[in-house]
T-cell receptor, first 112, second 119 residues
Framework: SQKIEQNSEALNIQEGKTATLTCNYTNYSPAYLQWYRQDPGRGPVFLLLIRENEKEKRKERLKVTFDTTLKQSLFHITASQPADSATYLC???????????FGTGTLLAVQP | DADVTQTPRNRITKTGKRIMLECSQT?????MYWYRQDPGLGLQLIYY???????NKGEISDGYSVSRQAQAKFSLSLESAIPNQTALYFC??????????????????FGPGTRLTVL
């Protein structure tokens, strides 16, 4: 069956460190993968998109990698800040489908 | 003003009642979506619409119906609400013609959500 997996356990890190979140998928061949941030009680906000032919994408302190062989995307936040604390969702779109399939998200807590 | 708005923001209702959740957008996007979010289950797609005359079922459409009254409006109805429809509901939009990756990205823009409780 098709599955997207994100670490369900919260990730706790110290301010200033790099946070790394993982998104693994099975039985998909996504044309691209997206990352969203969600704060409690709010709608997700789009952060980054990476295509299947791209290895890495950066935006300010954010970096996303996409390994279609490992079927994995890594999401990095460098020099993390308490304001980065939120749930981060990965979402992928496969082939001809125009639907986004979301992972369950990983809660990141950055301690001051 | 918010680009994607949802009304109501909170609703408590009883089993068997008919409920309508409304979504409006000022982004000029052609595509609209309804999701529900439950703790530990992530976002699940209920229905989506790629234009006014196009309506498609998502993963969990049973017990729900939708109406795309105009390009800017997409409403979700629960014909006879039941307790397991208690959840956070999100509307989202996307533009089929533009995106951060020149059209192929179609990132979605979400509304603030409606918290629905069915007693």
């Amino acid at each position: 069956s098709q599955k997207i997996e994100q670490n369900s356990e919260a990730l706790n890190i110290q301010e200033g460190k790099t946070a790394t979140l993982t998104c693994n998928y099975t039985n998909y061949s996504p044309a691209y993968l997206q990352w969203y941030r969600q704060d409690p009680g709010r709608g997700p906000v789009f952060l980054l998109l990476i295509r299947e032919n791209e290895k890495e994408k950066r935006k300010e302190r954010l970096k996303v990698t996409f390994d279609t062989t490992l079927k994995q995307s890594l999401f990095h936040i460098t020099a993390s800040q308490p304001a980065d604390s939120a749930t981060y969702l990965c979402a992928l779109r496969g082939g001809a489908t125009n639907k986004l399939i979301f992972g369950t998200g990983t809660l990141l807590a950055v301690q001051p | 003003d918010a680009d994607v708005t949802q009304t109501p923001r909170n609703r408590i209702t009883k089993t068997g009642k008919r409920i309508m959740l409304e979504c409006s957008q000022t982004k000029g996007h052609d595509r609209m979506y309804w999701y529900r979010q439950d703790p530990g289950l992530g976002l699940q797609l209920i229905y989506y619409s790629f234009d006014v005359k196009d309506i498609n079922k998502g993963e969990i459409s049973d017990g729900y119906s939708v109406s795309r009254q105009a390009q800017a409006k997409f409403s979700l109805s629960l014909e006879s609400a039941i307790p397991n429809q208690t959840a956070l509901y999100f509307c989202a939009t996307s533009d089929s013609t533009t995106g951060t990756s020149g059209g192929a990205g179609n990132e979605q823009f979400f509304g603030p959500g409606t918290r629905l409780t069915v007693l």
